[in-house]
């Protein structure tokens, strides 16, 4: 009876989730997390089918693999044949299961032990399916279990199919920065601090990436290992396809020079030199670097380019330091919490030149932030809890800048 209960109060709360929440992605990523978490399960994953190509894309996962990049033919795997019938699948026991073929995360280090996988069924067709992997205490899925998931999936179903969502998953994206397995201990005395504890995450071409979460999770070390700011203790970093976990002091020097645009929540800008010069002095340190006047033009401040830092507001001092990042080409720009010392219409200033830095300049950007509303106008959205990836989600509507509320 208790657990009947616990589960109607899970279906609530799914309820509420898609069918009060405005953001479709964001419901469907908290009712996964809700069924994840109410079957105390180590993975879940939402696939829609691309009509187009015929195949299954993850909108939202929960677990340490970063799978946001893979996609499967329809009716192939457990997933795609749960797509393709339209029937559940509930592996009771994956090693002594005859029918069980492997799952998609097979490849990404998580070995599957106990499964359920339901197809997203509309009245016409089969739109996708959801897949719930592991029990973390070692049991086994149950009936009930199955019809929760069940439950789940008609209510997402409904709410997809109602608002006419459409997934155009549109070209593979190719992976710049690739973190695999990636640990970072800190050892002071006889103390040992894990902060990462095995961190899987591929960063694309020309995506925005937003990592949240709480103080002390691990994300800022994350992001300084990216940068070269700072030393993984073991696994592998990857720069377009180059292994770069133990680089030279020369590679790492040009790396964070040529390679690598920082953006920081102090805006560090040399209050003794004007705009233009303090993104001249960054200039004159790379081999290809962009006019520094068309940096600043880009950051919508030439009418200020002769100004001082002492003479401009703290969303103008943020978009000289983003001109500054920008003026080296970079492939990559890494911003930690470059809006948490703004005011709102300021931080919509600041973000509106991001947005416009990947869509117009072909750059990725990775940022840190608490905010979790930012977070919607992002490609992906990476949560990190407690020195691991806890989810990732692929917004299929991100949102512009200038549509954020807080």
Known sequence: MATSKRF?????????????????????SGSLDIIVNNLKSEAGIIWLLDKKTDRLHPVCNIGSADISNVSIENGIGVEGKVTKTGESTMIADAANDPSFEGTTLDDYGVVTKTMICVPLNVVREVIGCVQIINKTDGSLY??????????????????????????????????LIKLENVTKQFVTGDTVLQVLKGINLDIYKNEFVVILGESGCGKSTMMNIIGGMDFLTGGKLFVEGKDFSHPTDLELTKYRRE??????????????????????FIAELVDNPM???????????TDRANNYPGQMSGGQQQRVSIARALVKNPKLILADEPTAALD???????????????????????????????????????????????????????????????
């Open 8 to 28: 109607t109060v899970a279906t609530w709360q799914m309820m509420e989730q898609l069918l009060e929440v405005d953001n479709l992605d964001e419901a469907l």
């Open 142 to 175: 149950d009936e009930e279990e199955l019809e929760l998931c069940e439950h789940m999936a008609a209510l997402a179903a409904m709410t997809i199919d109602e608002k006419g969502l459409i997934v155009d998953s549109g070209e593979e994206k190719e992976v």
């Open 259 to 280: 390679y690598i645009g920082f953006v920081f929540q102090a805006y560090n800008l040399m209050p003794n030199l004007t705009a233009v010069e303090n993104v001249q």
């Open 291 to 301: 006019s520094s006047k068309d940096a600043i033009a880009k950051v919508g401040l």
């Open 344 to 406: 709102y219409t300021t931080s919509i200033e600041v973000l509106n030149v991001i947005e416009d830095i990947v869509k117009n300049q072909g750059t990725t950007v990775l940022m840190v932030t608490h905010n979790g509303e930012i977070a919607k106008m992002a490609d992906r959205v990476v949560k990190v809890r407690n020195g691991k990836i806890a989810s990732i989600k692929r917004n299929l509507s991100p949102l512009h800048a200038s549509e954020l509320v807080w």
